[in-house]
């Protein structure tokens, strides 16, 4: 028969459930740990021969177990009170089996030297380490407290007068997930409080506090720690306090404290404070009379702040963005965060531009289950007029806006997000041409737009079709360029049939209404039908795609005078035929062990009737700039108001090196030319040039290559050649080289040029031929330094595009950038020769520090955009 004991764990319980711990019916205790709290439940229950009156006590019945483990049942028994003795001391030694409390080492953070493979994937971009909690490999570690047993072990337990219980040497306490250790423990029944001392430290997941000292009230289960030092792991947050409370329900509130994101021994910036409150059920920290010093030193004070632990949104100050240009002079923007509900939230930024005034930007977002809508605004009053002395009216004299409201107004809504129906708009103005040449947007790099897109529409989709209904208009915000059509409304209904036996059936019909706001330009309805049907079969070893199409299109027009010719043909319908057939042969590759090397022929070949189409207009068309994938296709006309006369024949033929274990493809080659049966005769224009008369009666046509590959795991480079073979000249090239070893080393290096018809200007051809270089980079100096830069130039004209260079430095807790550009000021379409278009100068400065706020401004999209492979890693 196992034995059987009556013991007393009282003081034992209080400690456990005032730290958080729960008791459930059964509480596990090692067995070495409880013959020392049996000597002791004896000792000051059982000793003592005066009787006095009859009392309650609560005991334990408890019994060995089948797994060796000690199994105790609460009981309620009478006994007699009675006179205790004063002291009572039994010994105890620990056993290797006992769950304790992980010693702590440098808080926890190890260097990436000292970390697994495994460790190493969660350390954050340009971080040397990270916080990682040691391994809890006890039982009952992944458990809840409530649902756990209870663990205790200590060196020696001591009963003392008046209801005090005492745990000496190494006291370790487990029950779940939740452990605390010290050197001792005092438990006052009677004051219902313990008092730990020595080396204290509390673990939960993602948490770990130490303190010299900890009381903890048995009631209230509230535990503060003196002399106290914590860190959250996940956060990466770190810091120390005079004093530390924890609450039941999780909050830190931690007095004359210091807040980091630094690693330990880092203190490039710290916020110190008379008391934070961090609440991590929330993910909110709240922050009183707060000082936040860099090195010691403090550089702003915070008379309250509320900040996000983690990746939620909290009302506050964004890190300011601030410039200095040639035109605008100092330029000092706020951004003031807003969050108005956990669907919604607003930016506020007020900017401050010396030579311009006082501006303000908003930015309104709103998110759903099935939606998102942004909405912008920006507003800057009398407009200063700018200090470039270039930019003076001949008429005035003055400055050009001098006096001027300058604004920017615009929204973005996407309705419908995983539903069969979507409502879509993106709606844009400002005030005049000039406004992002002179003012830029805070969260995006400006200067390249030619117009604001006004878009409006619906959808709705089935299996089969895709119904669409939009309206479409554009702001144009260059000088010189003529206004577009407006679109009011265009509407579409795409149909898509794949069957079984691999027929597939397009319908697409589409009508659109064109509007012009100079009553010179012709006006109307286009209606444009697509049908086709096709075999697609596809074998391992190939494909075969035969088709038949047939296009139709057809105007009910409003004014046939003006600048475009009269209409001959209001409708015309055209037949396409095509076939489109290819084999993929494989082998393995001869002079590359370990590869294989596919070799695939392609044939494609396209019939299209010839249909007067001159005296159509022309909406919203352009032609493809040639290409290896336009030898492809069965149109040349990019929109709906021109049918290609084809018939031509393709022959292409691709060889790849694919890695055979991996199955990732190393290297590709692609080389295509079309055959010409017919003198193509169906132009934009209603009277062609010789030029293009003749380049549309060649045989055959340019020269298409296309190359791929990976060098290693680092470098790739990709290439894009047309070549005419008539003119025996590159009528188009793009080459690049491109390295990322993902250890913030960048590099990119790119050709491109585009052969285009010149372009008169006082009577004398002007080259328009594109021949740009690019190369941009960031390379890491020294520590956490980069060099970050870009050199984008234009040999046509022998001139900079834009070029800039700076320092940016990243760690785990602080980035600064700082970088002076040079950028082409292209403002119109019309300023003639090319040359002598303008340069702005600009020092852009920005710094973050992480964990406290965060930034995405113009330094950020300005390196984005100019640094292929470029992006913040940082989770702020």
Same mark, same amino acid.
């Given at each position: ?214 009381? &903890? ?6 535990? #503060? $720690? /003196?002399? %106290? =030092? !914590?860190?959250?792991? +996940? ?9 530390? &409370? ?6 830190? #509130? $931690? /007095?004359? %404290? =210091? !807040?980091?994101?630094? +690693? ?613």
């Amino acid at each position: 028969m196992s034995p059987i004991f009556n013991l007393k764990l009282s003081p034992i319980s209080s400690l456990i459930q005032s730290l958080g711990f729960a008791c459930s019916e059964q509480v596990k205790v090692s067995r070495h740990a409880l013959l020392a709290t049996i000597i002791l439940s004896f000792l000051s229950v059982g000793l003592s021969f005066n009787v006095s009156a009859d009392e309650v006590h609560v005991t334990w019945n408890c019994a060995a177990g089948p797994d060796n483990q000690w199994l105790c049942n609460e009981e309620q028994i009478v006994a007699s009170s009675r006179n205790r003795p004063a002291r009572a001391n039994t010994p105890n030694l620990a056993t290797s089996d006992e769950p304790r409390v992980a010693a702590v080492r440098n808080l926890d953070w190890l260097e990436e030297d000292q970390m697994t493979g495994e460790q190493r994937l969660r350390i954050e971009g340009n971080c040397c380490g990270a916080y990682v909690e040691p391994p809890r490999d006890y039982p009952d570690a992944d458990l809840n407290p409530e649902e756990a047993s209870l663990q205790v072990n200590a060196n020696s337990t001591e009963a003392l007068e008046n209801n005090v219980a005492v745990l000496e040497g190494d006291v370790q306490i487990s029950q779940g997930y939740r452990q605390i250790r010290s050197n001792s423990a005092r438990i006052d029944q009677t004051n219902r409080n313990v008092d730990l001392q020595g080396n204290v430290q509390f673990r939960e997941p993602g948490m770990l506090l130490l303190g010299s000292n900890a009381e &903890i009230d048995i009631d209230s289960k509230e535990v #503060t $720690i /003196n002399n %106290a =030092t !914590y860190v959250l792991h +996940e956060a990466a947050v770190r810091g120390s306090a005079k004093t530390l &409370i924890r609450t039941n329900d999780g909050v830190i #509130t $931690i /007095n004359d %404290a =210091t !807040y980091s994101t630094c +690693e330990p021994g880092d203190s490039t910036w710290q916020m110190a404070t008379t008391e934070i409150a961090i609440d991590q059920q929330s993910g909110f920290a709240t922050v009183k009379n707060a000082r936040l010093r860099v090195k010691d030193i403090p550089v702003f004070y915070f008379p309250w702040i509320k900040f996000p632990i983690n990746d939620q949104r909290s009302s506050g100050l964004l890190f300011p963005t601030i410039n200095s240009s040639t035109d605008n002079g100092f330029d000092y923007a706020q951004p003031i965060y807003w969050n108005l509900a956990p669907d919604y939230d607003a930016t506020i930024t007020p900017r401050l531009m010396q030579e311009r005034g006082v501006g303000i930007e908003v930015e309104l977002r709103h998110l759903s289950r099935h939606s998102e809508t942004t909405a912008t605004a920006a507003f800057l009053g009398s407009d200063k007029g700018g200090s470039d002395e270039e930019n003076i009216d001949v008429d005035t004299g003055l400055p050009e806006h001098l006096g001027e409201d300058r604004y920017l107004a615009g929204l973005t809504h996407l309705g419908g997000i995983g539903k069969a129906w979507s409502t879509f708009l993106d709606l844009n103005n400002v005030s005049d041409n000039d406004y992002f040449n002179d003012f830029g947007s805070l969260g995006q790099e400006s200067r390249s737009r030619i117009n604001l897109r006004r878009v409006a529409g619906m959808s709705y989709k089935t299996d089969n079709w895709d119904y669409r209904v939009e309206a479409q208009d554009h702001q144009i915000i260059v000088d010189g360029l003529e206004e577009q059509y407006s679109v009011l409304p265009k509407v579409t209904a795409n149909g898509h049939y794949r069957f079984d036996n691999n027929l597939v059936v397009d319908l697409n019909n589409q009508t659109a209404r064109f509007d012009h706001d100079d009553p010179g330009f012709v006006t109307g309805d286009r209606h444009r039908l697509d049908y086709g049907i096709s075999w697609d079969k596809r074998w391992t070893w190939g494909y075969f795609r035969p088709q038949y199409r047939l296009k139709h299109l057809a105007y009910n027009l409003d004014n046939q005078t003006g600048s475009q010719q009269n209409i001959n043909n209001s409708a015309i319908t055209i037949p396409v035929s095509s076939l489109d057939a290819s084999l993929f042969l494989e082998r393995p590759a001869s002079f590359f062990d370990g590869y294989t090397q596919t070799l695939e022929p392609r044939l494609y070949y396209v019939k299209s009737k010839f249909r007067d189409q001159s005296g159509l207009p022309d909406f919203d068309t352009r032609e493809f700039t040639p290409s290896y994938d336009l030898l492809f296709r069965d149109e040349r006309f990019n929109g709906g108001d021109r049918i290609s006369d084809e018939e031509r024949l393709t022959i292409a033929l691709t060889t790849r090196y694919i890695d055979s274990k991996s199955g990732q493809e190393r290297f590709s080659a692609s080389i295509a030319q079309a055959i010409n049966y017919i003198d193509r005769r169906v132009t934009l224009s209603s009277n062609p040039s010789e030029d293009e008369i003749g380049e549309l009666a060649r045989r055959q046509s340019p020269l298409a290559i296309k190359l791929a590959g990976r060098l290693n795991k680092s470098w790739r480079f990709s290439s894009d050649v047309v070549y005419d073979t008539h003119d025996n000249d590159l009528a188009k090239s793009s080459i690049a080289l491109r390295y990322n070893d993902r250890q913030n080393r960048l590099l990119n290096v790119s050709y491109n040029s585009t052969r285009r018809a010149p372009r008169l200007f006082d009577g004398a051809p002007l080259d328009q031929n594109i021949k740009q270089a690019d190369i941009s980079g960031l390379v890491p100096l020294q520590g956490n330094f980069n060099l970050v830069g870009r050199w984008n130039h234009d040999f046509t004209n022998s001139r900079m595009l834009d070029v800039f260079a700076g320092f940016e430095y990243n760690s785990c807790c602080w980035r600064a950038s700082l970088v002076a550009r040079r950028s082409l000021d292209r403002k119109d379409e019309i300023l003639l020769p090319e040359e002598d278009l303008k340069l702005t100068n600009g020092i852009f400065f920005q710094i973050q520090f992480k964990g406290l706020a965060g930034a995405n401004g113009r330094v950020d999209s300005m390196l984005k955009n100019g640094i292929y492979g470029y992006g913040s890693q940082e989770n702020l």
